[in-house]
């Protein structure tokens, strides 16, 4: 509901969740099905049925993993991923440490509905101040029965080293990453996203104590805020 902050908090519930314009939810556990409204965000490892919305999805405990049967991002739901290291290992699941922020998504149709420009997914790259062309990052969504590359190419992909801003492109349209989707066995099957510099880029790492309190609003960049979907 609106105003509500969840901090490391156990959630269950067989009906719908609905995070309103104001509302940060944060928390573990299994529910039905999540609405994310405009100005709401959803963070931690809830998993549930089908996520929605036209708010922003923070996954993760930094970093972390989040499970649900299918996602419908039509009313623009945007994303802010989390990238803190090399050849993640998710086994087992759920890891006791993991590296990068995942999605995963286990139903047949994994997206209801596919990305376009107006979805926001807002990539950090932490604790590192580099990344040389040609480093291969893994991470961020996964499909368990079907390759998804077509329902998230036609997203918005801004790219940050720590908290510097290094570029936006359309999918891998773009001078600074190429995305893709790979085979994973990590959870058994599937594809995850793969992204892999096209050159170098350096940045600044904010102090950990900074990082806790911009955590997850900076990705939200205050543009939700602002109502610029209203």
């Given at each position: 509901?609106?105003g509500?902050?969840?901090v490391?908090?156990n959630?269950?519930?067989?009906s ?7 509302a940060?939810?944060k928390g573990?556990g299994t ?6 409204e ?7 490892t ?6 929605s919305?036209a708010g922003?999805v923070?996954p993760?405990n930094s970093p972390?993993i989040?499970?649900?049967s299918?996602?419908?991002?039509l009313?623009e ?6 990238f803190t290291?090399?050849n993640?290992?998710y086994?087992?699941?759920?890891p006791a440490?993991?590296?990068?922020d995942v999605?995963r998504?286990?139903?047949a149709v994994?997206?209801?509905n596919p990305?376009?420009a107006a ?7 932490r604790?590192?101040k ?5 480093t291969?990052?893994t991470?961020?969504?996964?499909a ?28 891998s ?6 995305v893709a989707?790979v085979?994973d ?6 594809k995850i ?5 096209l ?5 600044d790492?904010?102090e950990?104590?900074?990082l806790l309190l911009?955590l ?5 960049g205050l ?8």
């Amino acid at each position: 509901s609106s105003g509500t902050l969840i901090v490391d908090g156990n959630i269950a519930s067989s009906s719908g969740v609905t995070i309103e314009e104001g509302a940060l939810l944060k928390g573990s556990g299994t529910v039905s099905d999540v609405t994310v409204e405009l100005g709401g965000i959803l963070a931690g490892t809830l998993s549930g049925n089908i996520l929605s919305g036209a708010g922003l999805v923070a996954p993760g405990n930094s970093p972390g993993i989040t499970v649900w049967s299918q996602v419908d991002p039509l009313l623009e739901l945007d994303w802010e991923l989390e990238f803190t290291g090399l050849n993640p290992d998710y086994n087992p699941i759920p890891p006791a440490d993991c590296v990068n922020d995942v999605v995963r998504i286990t139903g047949a149709v994994p997206f209801l509905n596919p990305m376009t420009a107006a979805n926001e997914i807002n990539i950090y790259f932490r604790n590192m101040k580099e990344i040389a062309a040609g480093t291969v990052f893994t991470g961020g969504f996964h499909a368990d029965l079907s390759d998804f590359y077509s329902d998230i190419s036609g997203a918005l992909f801004n790219y940050y080293l720590g908290s510097s801003y290094i570029g936006s492109s359309i999918g891998s349209a773009g001078e600074w990453f190429t995305v893709a989707t790979v085979d994973d066995v990590a959870f058994g099957s599937g594809k995850i996203m793969q992204f892999t510099a096209l050159g170098d880029y350096s940045g600044d790492v904010p102090e950990p104590s900074t990082l806790l309190l911009l955590l997850p609003f900076i990705g939200f960049g205050l543009k939700k805020w602002r109502g610029k979907k209203a």
